[in-house]
């Protein structure tokens, strides 16, 4: 056998061996997603009722729904993207077109990464010393304030990337005809990364929807119906908890509704924000 013939077949034994364990690693992640997913189906299905978004989150013992819960989760999101929509869009604008060949749009985009990757946690504890502790007491505010520092960086990060695959002949084409910079960003660069800004928006909802340890150490929990942000509020991730830690059968089932209906709305928001980039890539 010529060298030529057995050092491929030696790469090709190297490819098989290295194909087998990807599909092995994908396939025991794939067991232990649909596990999650199936517990999570039969158990949330099943302990799904009309009373889950129209009562109140119930005492010890007792039954109830997770109506101020829904209400406080939907309202600290919908601050979190009021926030984190503008700055993190103009952000990535400024990192992609304006900041081109200049050593500030590297050190924002690795600082941009850091805050990506950096554990909840350690923002919930951030908000805290910056808000709670200032203001004496947990709040919606705060909660919303910290979703939104975990919101930041995917639109900052997918802004960035969905700018700059925009051709820069379309760039060119409409300074050429005298329109200003800001002009050419907004009506021409905006429309044609739309569908990927509006991606990266959903999945950056989709991320900070279920997260409870920032929660914690901001807006807490309350049991009762409250849509004063400025006041402890309710939210689904530690309701879910809370509920899932004691001992109560009540507490247990309600807590395995939310988790369905966080999922659900989860796998909802994902699914759509690829609907929209692939509808986008079709045209």
Sequence with gaps: ??????????????????????????GLGLIFLIWILWTTLINGLSALSPKLITEMTPPPGE?????????????MVVLAVIIGTPIGVLAGTYLAEFSR?????????????????APSIIIGLFVYELVVR??????GYAGGIA????????????TDEMLRLVPDVM?????????????????????AASAGILTGILLAVARISGETAPLLFTALNNQYWSTDMSEPMANI??????YAMSPYDEWHVLAWAGA????????????????????????
């Design 1 to 26: 056998m010529s060298v030529s013939s057995s050092l491929y077949r030696s790469r090709q034994i190297k490819s098989a061996i290295a194909l087998t364990l990807c599909v092995a690693a994908t």
């Design 63 to 75: 039954d109830g729904g997770l109506a101020n819960a829904f209400m406080g989760s939907l309202m």
């Design 101 to 117: 060949g200049k050593k500030i749009g590297d050190v924002i985009r690795f600082m941009n990464d850091i805050l990506l990757s």
């Design 134 to 139: 200032q203001t004496g007491h947990f709040s």
């Design 147 to 158: 979703l939104a520092f975990i919101f930041l960086p995917v639109v900052v990060r997918t």
């Design 171 to 191: 760039r060119e084409a409409a300074l050429s005809l005298g329109i200003p910079r800001w002009k050419v960003t907004v009506a021409v660069l905006y429309r």
């Design 237 to 242: 991730p530690v309701v879910i908890f809370q």
């Design 260 to 283: 369905f209906v966080m999922t659900a709305i989860v796998l909802l928001l994902s699914v759509g924000s690829r609907a929209v980039l692939n509808r986008k890539g079709g045209k």
